[in-house]
């Protein structure tokens, strides 16, 4: 990740092969936590938000909302790709993370900032923990807030500043399921109507 990155112009050549080692950890650790974030981009990419303010079909006259379902179902994701975004969503929601993948994580967050910045990583890590223990955390969402602290902080975030992103990452993720749990119950019905007008064996 290129937020790792930190050189210092006069020691670049003594520090590429480090940092790009420790760019390749972090890159290994967070990209498998941050795939409801690429879902959550591919919604917003493609304004499939809208579909929440859509509304069901009429099923009493299915002959009448035909034209309509066919759209609606050419227009909508597949069935198996709204299927496996509700599970990565769920499992960025529902996870909790044990303490040692939140350590790591923490202890992660405070490598993107330059040295001596923190003056102790260990205190900071611990009293995270002890106020991060009182929330259901999953992995994916702090490492989704983690992200967004290093593309957006010059400094080191305090702990209630690590909490309220965590809570913008996880109203993130919710939002995003609420789409898709919307386009499913869209396809579904959708689906209802064809199968009742028999282009849907």
Same mark, same amino acid.
């Given at each position: 990740?290129?937020?790792? !990155?930190?050189i210092a112009p006069?020691?670049?050549? +003594?520090? !590429?092969?480090?940092?790009?080692?420790?760019?390749?950890?972090?890159? !290994?650790?967070?990209?498998?936590?941050?795939?409801?974030?690429?879902?959550?981009?591919?919604?917003?990419?493609?304004?499939?938000?809208?579909?929440?303010?859509?509304? /069901?079909?009429?099923?009493?006259?299915?002959?009448?909302?035909?034209?309509?379902?066919?759209?609606?179902?050419?227009?909508?994701?597949? &069935?198996?790709?709204?299927?496996?975004?509700? +599970?990565?969503?769920?499992?960025?929601?529902?996870?909790?993370?044990?303490? $040692?993948?939140?350590?790591?994580?923490?202890?992660?967050?405070?490598?993107?900032?330059?040295?001596?910045?923190?003056?102790?990583?260990?205190?900071?890590?611990?009293?995270?923990?002890?106020?991060?223990?009182?929330?259901a955390l999953a992995?994916?969402?702090?490492?989704?807030?983690?992200?967004?602290?290093? &593309? $957006? +902080?010059?400094?080191?975030?305090?702990?209630?500043?690590? /909490?309220?992103?965590?809570?913008?990452?996880?109203?993130?993720?919710?939002?995003?399921?609420?789409?898709?749990? $919307?386009?499913?119950?869209?396809?579904?019905?959708?689906?209802?109507?064809?199968?009742?007008?028999? +282009?849907?064996?």
């Amino acid at each position: 990740m290129e937020e790792l !990155t930190l050189i210092a112009p006069s020691q670049r050549n +003594d520090r !590429t092969f480090a940092d790009k080692r420790h760019s390749n950890r972090a890159r !290994t650790l967070f990209e498998p936590l941050l795939v409801h974030q690429h879902i959550l981009r591919q919604i917003v990419d493609a304004q499939l938000g809208a579909w929440i303010g859509v509304k /069901l079909l009429d099923l009493r006259d299915p002959s009448a909302v035909r034209d309509k379902a066919l759209i609606r179902r050419r227009q909508l994701p597949e &069935r198996e790709t709204l299927h496996a975004w509700d +599970d990565e969503l769920c499992r960025a929601l529902d996870g909790k993370a044990d303490e $040692k993948a939140l350590s790591l994580l923490l202890a992660t967050l405070l490598d993107g900032f330059p040295r001596g910045m923190v003056p102790n990583v260990r205190t900071y890590v611990e009293g995270a923990l002890l106020v991060v223990g009182d929330h259901a955390l999953a992995p994916e969402i702090l490492a989704a807030a983690i992200v967004r602290i290093w &593309r $957006k +902080d010059r400094f080191p975030p305090t702990i209630s500043e690590v /909490l309220d992103e965590c809570d913008h990452a996880r109203q993130g993720a919710t939002n995003a399921r609420r789409v898709v749990t $919307k386009m499913l119950a869209l396809l579904d019905n959708a689906e209802e109507v064809l199968i009742a007008t028999g +282009d849907i064996v």
